[in-house]
């Protein structure tokens, strides 16, 4: 007989963690999605940023092979690609092109839908988890004491069909950006969860390739490719990833409110004003799949549900629901695993009876969002024109950061730890420590010497030598 019964909204990347953590301590887990799941590695309506490329990061590849046993053999299997970032990326930095080093950060790079669905099979497996289709959570339903409980989820099927009400001991909000739950909680009573947001106004475009390998020179030794704007006066960066089944997607990311072009023909002309060509040069050589597909939600939102002045027992928010960060930095799926893996923790530390596991979980949860959350905006604020209010970690990475990527090419060591931190492998503190710090010094200097060198030279050289006229 089932005694206990947690519920988890959404069908996300971090619902379904969510729901592997929960199987571990509760009798039965639901998941209850708006979506019909797919069979396969397909398009849902419910995760439009799907058709955009994602990263996820060497840790979130750990995680999920560690949450989902099988994960990567499987993600393997059905095509994804291993990418060592130094050793098969063309990678177009402010001040040129990076050399080719290989480094100890090996990624998986597959479509969202293949890591979706990888994930979605590998928990049907699971005897104690049920997964609920083409069903709408609509509210809450709660009991009131001397505090409020969430004691069910009322759920609208979406086709058809009377609505009903799903008892839990503990409902997850895994919901995603545009969550509705912060209004189901203004309509109880409670205040909303205080929010910070910061929006550099970036945006994706974003089309599909069927890759032609017989055409591509052989000296054309990438697997893929990165170029970043120099945001003084360039403000589009593009990329290309390769995915599953011999296919390549290219984004171009806008940033500062200069979105890049939806239109076919003007999406392929933007490719070829990037600072490199190479984008363009490797679409002329492919087939075009799709459509240009367009996104804008990308601003960074954290809702503080660990300083939220409201108690509601028996509720939990986790994810993009909870905190949601520029898309463009690849944090999100890994983010959402490892806040999953807290509320296993929590749980496993303080019992599923403790009425204090929503605080304490939004408070480990707060501990660990704060590093990506600086990490995420740090880069954003380096955008002329960015809002909101920049934590003091923003503040003190942004010029550290700045001068990492800069030197990140002259000294392994140094772009060693930049990736390492970047795949959340090791805290943001890690880029504080002394022996990076003095590398980063020494690296600087030599690289000040260097270019007063280089403008004492040219300004020894007579005018012809320069390439002027006289």
């Given at each position: 007989?089932?005694?206990?019964?947690?519920?988890?909204?959404?069908?996300?990347?971090?619902?379904?963690?969510?729901?592997?953590?929960?199987?571990?301590?509760?009798?039965?887990?639901?998941?209850?999605?708006?979506?019909?799941?797919p069979?396969?590695?397909?398009?849902?309506?419910?995760?439009?940023?799907?058709?955009?490329?994602?990263?996820?990061?060497?840790?979130?590849?750990?995680?999920?092979?560690?949450?989902?046993?099988?994960?990567?053999?499987?993600?393997?299997?059905?095509?994804?690609?291993?990418?060592?970032?130094?050793?098969?990326?063309?990678?177009?930095?402010?001040?040129?092109?990076?050399?080719?080093?290989?480094?100890?950060?090996?990624?998986?790079?597959?479509?969202?839908?293949?890591?979706?669905?990888?994930?979605?099979?590998?928990?049907?497996?699971?005897?104690?988890?049920?997964?609920?289709?083409?069903?709408?959570?609509?509210?809450?339903?709660?009991?009131?004491?001397?505090?409020?409980?969430?004691?069910?989820?009322?759920?609208?099927?979406?086709?058809g069909?009377?609505?009903f009400?799903?008892?839990?001991?503990?409902?997850?909000?895994?919901?995603?950006?545009?969550?509705?739950?912060?209004?189901?909680?203004e309509?109880?009573?409670?205040?909303?969860?205080?929010?910070?947001?910061?929006?550099?106004?970036?945006?994706?475009?974003?089309?599909?390739?069927?890759?032609?390998?017989?055409?591509?020179?052989?000296n054309?030794?990438?697997?893929?490719?990165?170029?970043?704007?120099?945001?003084?006066?360039?403000?589009?960066?593009?990329?290309?990833?390769p995915?599953?089944?011999?296919?390549?997607?290219?984004?171009?990311?806008?940033?500062?409110?200069?979105?890049?072009?939806?239109?076919?023909?003007?999406?392929?002309?933007?490719?070829?004003?990037?600072?490199?060509?190479?984008?363009?040069?490797?679409?002329?050589?492919?087939?075009?799949?799709?459509?240009?597909?367009?996104?804008?939600?990308?601003?960074?939102?954290?809702?503080?549900?660990?300083?939220?002045?409201?108690?509601?027992?028996?509720?939990?928010?986790?994810?993009?629901?909870?905190?949601?960060?520029?898309?463009?930095?690849?944090?999100?799926?890994?983010?959402?695993?490892?806040s999953?893996?807290?509320?296993?923790?929590?749980?496993?530390?303080?019992?599923?009876?403790?009425?204090?596991?929503?605080?304490?979980?939004?408070?480990?949860?707060?501990?660990?969002?704060?590093?990506?959350?600086?990490?995420?905006?740090?880069?954003?604020?380096?955008?002329?024109?960015?809002?909101?209010?920049?934590?003091?970690?923003?503040?003190?990475?942004?010029?550290?950061?700045?001068?990492?990527?800069?030197?990140?090419?002259?000294?392994?060591?140094?772009?060693e730890?930049?990736?390492?931190?970047?795949?959340?492998?090791?805290?943001?503190?890690?880029?504080?420590?002394?022996?990076?710090?003095?590398?980063?010094?020494?690296?600087?200097?030599?690289?000040l010497?260097?270019?007063?060198?280089?403008?004492?030279?040219?300004?020894?050289?007579?005018?012809?030598?320069?390439?002027?006229?006289?």
């Amino acid at each position: 007989m089932e005694n206990t019964h947690a519920i988890v909204i959404g069908g996300s990347m971090a619902g379904l963690c969510a729901a592997r953590e929960l199987s571990r301590f509760y009798d039965k887990v639901t998941v209850i999605d708006r979506d019909a799941y797919p069979v396969g590695a397909h398009e849902r309506p419910g995760v439009p940023q799907s058709r955009h490329v994602h990263a996820l990061l060497m840790r979130g590849r750990l995680e999920l092979d560690r949450l989902f046993p099988g994960f990567e053999k499987t993600m393997i299997e059905c095509g994804a690609i291993e990418i060592n970032f130094g050793r098969d990326f063309a990678a177009l930095r402010a001040d040129g092109w990076a050399e080719r080093r290989p480094n100890t950060i090996t990624t998986l790079f597959a479509s969202r839908v293949l890591i979706e669905a990888t994930v979605r099979e590998l928990i049907r497996k699971l005897p104690n988890v049920e997964l609920i289709e083409r069903a709408e959570a609509v509210g809450f339903e709660t009991v009131r004491g001397d505090m409020i409980r969430v004691s069910g989820v009322k759920v609208s099927p979406r086709d058809g069909g009377a609505a009903f009400t799903l008892s839990g001991d503990l409902i997850v909000d895994a919901s995603g950006r545009t969550t509705k739950i912060p209004s189901w909680i203004e309509a109880m009573g409670l205040p909303m969860p205080p929010e910070t947001v910061v929006d550099s106004h970036t945006g994706y475009a974003s089309r599909w390739y069927k890759a032609n390998p017989d055409r591509r020179p052989k000296n054309w030794w990438w697997k893929g490719i990165w170029i970043d704007p120099i945001a003084e006066n360039l403000s589009t960066a593009g990329v290309m990833f390769p995915v599953e089944n011999n296919r390549i997607i290219v984004s171009l990311a806008g940033i500062g409110g200069h979105y890049p072009p939806s239109d076919e023909a003007e999406f392929t002309a933007k490719l070829a004003q990037l600072r490199s060509p190479i984008i363009a040069e490797e679409v002329a050589l492919a087939e075009p799949m799709s459509q240009v597909y367009s996104y804008r939600q990308m601003a960074n939102r954290w809702r503080h549900y660990e300083r939220w002045g409201a108690r509601l027992d028996g509720f939990v928010a986790l994810g993009d629901s909870s905190c949601a960060f520029n898309p463009v930095y690849g944090q999100g799926m890994t983010s959402g695993a490892l806040s999953a893996i807290l509320l296993g923790e929590c749980l496993e530390k303080n019992g599923i009876n403790d009425v204090e596991v929503p605080r304490k979980f939004f408070a480990a949860q707060a501990r660990f969002q704060a590093e990506p959350w600086g990490l995420a905006t740090a880069s954003d604020f380096r955008v002329p024109g960015t809002e909101g209010k920049r934590p003091m970690m923003s503040r003190v990475l942004d010029p550290l950061l700045g001068k990492m990527f800069q030197v990140a090419n002259d000294d392994p060591a140094i772009g060693e730890r930049l990736g390492e931190v970047i795949n959340m492998m090791k805290p943001p503190s890690a880029l504080f420590e002394l022996s990076l710090l003095k590398l980063i010094a020494k690296a600087w200097s030599r690289r000040l010497i260097r270019g007063k060198r280089q403008q004492k030279e040219a300004a020894s050289m007579p005018p012809l030598a320069l390439g002027a006229e006289g």
